[in-house]
């Protein structure tokens, strides 16, 4: 039997007498502060569920749809979340540090003043995402930032290598340590590669 508690007040959220989730409907379930620590969720439809505020350390959400999911002020520390659906999710102040969360879709996510410190975000779809948020440490190479908002963030030893920055906003980030080798910028152009010299004047191909 399976039971789902509030972390704080211990009230049951959820009941169901199987051994695992495996079969559960879960979608647009309303689990705001759950106690979810390290619960196997991998795989599960949890589109539009209510988890603001839930306890997710350590939890396995390896392949799971998350799609318009609410994870506001969520606790998702150290969890995986591996290829995970998580389009157009709220996280607004959510904890990501250390987690696990590479080839995932977050596009179009809202992930204001949420922490990634740490956490391996690469190969991850971030394109049109609100990212103004802490990335330090965090593992983004190879992942499409394509047109999303960094504006003010926090990418201090982030990896960005091969990186897609295409038209995203990096005003005032703070970029100490940061590796960009590879990554294309905000204006379509390569970091580190070699800016051919400019063509000869016409008379001087011709002399």
Not at 5 to 15: E, I, Q, R, S
Not at 16 to 23: G, L, P
Not at 150 to 161: E, H, I, Q, V
Request: aromatic content about 4%.
């Amino acid at each position: 039997m399976i039971e789902v508690k509030h972390k704080d007040n211990g009230k049951v959220l959820y009941t169901n007498e199987a051994d695992s989730f495996a079969e559960a409907k879960l979608d647009g379930v309303r689990w705001a502060g759950a106690d979810l620590v390290d619960a196997d969720l991998s795989g599960l439809d949890l589109q539009r569920s209510d988890l603001r505020g839930a306890d997710l350390t350590r939890a396995n959400l390896g392949g799971a749809n998350l799609q318009s999911a609410l994870l506001t002020e969520a606790s998702v520390d150290s969890a995986i979340l591996v290829k995970a659906n998580l389009i157009d999710a709220v996280c607004q102040n959510a904890s990501f540090r250390d987690a696990r969360l590479n080839d995932a879709n977050l596009r179009y996510s809202k992930l204001q003043n949420c922490d990634f410190t740490g956490a391996d975000l690469s190969g991850t779809d971030l394109s049109m995402t609100d990212l103004r948020c802490n990335l330090n440490d965090a593992n983004l190479k190879k992942s499409d930032l394509r047109g999303a908002d960094l504006t003010g963030a926090n990418l201090n030893g982030a990896d960005l290598c091969e990186a897609n920055l295409n038209e995203a906003k990096l005003g005032g980030a703070q970029m100490q340590r940061t590796k960009m080798t590879g990554a294309i910028g905000p204006t379509g152009r390569r970091f580190g590669a070699k800016v051919p010299p400019p063509p000869k004047p016409w008379w001087k191909v011709w002399g």
